[in-house]
């Protein structure tokens, strides 16, 4: 029989478009090797263009779901997405913390890339108080760092990151998609500043599920034993090469092709 793969579990919403979400997470995390599991947090009537709704589940099927997975099968990392509730964020955090060791990747998804909200401010509260000490990585964007780090449009984002980091995160990956040039600057903070800076081509287009894409591939590259710093450097690349074989099969954003080096 062959070896089995690190496993990794996925807290998120369902998309149906594949693009983004728990399809999006699954997707990844396979095609990087390692086996995924989901916990399912949210349902979402979307589509490639936005967002037409979001319906969270009850606190309690985020328990049942985890704990039943969890107590079958051991997890080499997790990876959280919407979480559609304060509540939820708070029944994520108690799952994780039966599992210190464990490495955490948190993609705090607080809007769509049109801008429909996905957390409210009481939701971000929860996000920063009882998830962000828990964490072993939190991937925002440049305007989720910011709103995460309760900060103004023109702090800096290394002054957002040790905001983040002065809360219990233990490294923040801060992308520059929204942030101006012809290149995309991320920067890896630890607890004592910058880590690593990777500069990437900016590709034309808007895309549906980049940060998705990125956090999953994030935690399986922790799965699988590397480094925080290599699996930054790892996934990025991934994720990049994702968006460049991407494909339009709707109106509305790109989606990355998460298969691009299958035969």
Same mark, same amino acid.
């Given at each position: 029989?062959?070896?089995?793969?690190? %496993?990794?579990?996925?807290?998120?919403?369902?998309?149906?478009?594949?693009?983004?979400?728990?399809?999006?997470?699954?997707?990844?995390?396979?095609?990087?090797?390692?086996?995924?599991?989901?916990?399912?947090?949210?349902?979402?009537?979307?589509?490639?263009?936005?967002?037409?709704? %979001? +319906?969270?589940?009850?606190?309690?099927?985020?328990? /049942?779901?985890?704990?039943?997975?969890?107590?079958?099968?051991?997890?080499?990392?997790?990876?959280?997405?919407?979480?559609?509730?304060?509540?939820?964020?708070?029944?994520?955090?108690?799952?994780?913390?039966?599992?210190? &060791?464990?490495?955490? %990747?948190?993609?705090?998804?607080?809007?769509?890339?049109? &801008?429909?909200?996905?957390?409210?401010?009481?939701?971000?509260?929860?996000?920063?108080?009882?998830?962000?000490?828990?964490?072993? %990585?939190?991937?925002?964007?440049?305007?989720?760092?910011?709103?995460?780090?309760?900060?103004?449009?023109?702090?800096?984002?290394?002054?957002?990151?040790? /905001?983040?980091?002065?809360?219990?995160?233990?490294?923040?990956?801060?992308?520059?998609?929204?942030?101006?040039?012809?290149?995309?600057?991320?920067?890896?903070?630890?607890?004592?500043?910058?880590?690593?800076?990777?500069?990437?081509? +900016?590709?034309? &287009?808007?895309?549906?599920?980049?940060?998705?894409?990125?956090?999953?591939?994030?935690?399986?590259?922790?799965?699988?034993?590397?480094?925080?710093?290599?699996?930054?450097?790892?996934?990025?690349?991934?994720?990049?090469?994702?968006?460049?074989?991407?494909?339009?099969?709707?109106?509305?954003?790109?989606?990355?092709?998460?298969?691009?080096?299958?035969?």
């Amino acid at each position: 029989m062959s070896s089995t793969p690190p %496993v990794v579990l996925a807290f998120a919403a369902s998309d149906p478009t594949g693009g983004a979400g728990v399809q999006a997470d699954l997707m990844t995390i396979a095609s990087l090797g390692c086996h995924p599991l989901s916990v399912l947090t949210a349902l979402t009537a979307q589509d490639t263009a936005g967002v037409e709704g %979001v +319906r969270a589940l009850d606190p309690d099927w985020i328990l /049942r779901q985890a704990r039943v997975l969890l107590a079958d099968i051991p997890v080499a990392a997790f990876k959280i997405g919407v979480l559609g509730s304060a509540r939820n964020a708070e029944a994520v955090a108690a799952v994780l913390a039966d599992y210190p &060791g464990t490495p955490v %990747v948190l993609d705090p998804v607080l809007a769509s890339g049109r &801008g429909d909200t996905f957390a409210d401010s009481e939701t971000v509260q929860a996000l920063r108080s009882a998830l962000l000490p828990r964490v072993t %990585v939190v991937t925002p964007n440049s305007l989720e760092a910011r709103r995460l780090a309760l900060a103004g449009p023109d702090t800096q984002l290394a002054d957002c990151a040790e /905001r983040l980091a002065a809360l219990g995160c233990a490294h923040v990956l801060i992308t520059g998609t929204h942030e101006p040039g012809t290149r995309v600057t991320n920067v890896l903070y630890g607890a004592h500043g910058m880590l690593r800076e990777d500069h990437w081509p +900016r590709l034309p &287009g808007e895309y549906h599920g980049s940060g998705c894409t990125l956090a999953s591939a994030f935690a399986a590259m922790l799965a699988k034993g590397l480094s925080v710093a290599d699996a930054a450097h790892a996934a990025q690349e991934y994720t990049w090469k994702a968006l460049q074989a991407g494909y339009r099969l709707g109106r509305g954003q790109w989606l990355p092709n998460r298969s691009f080096a299958a035969p």
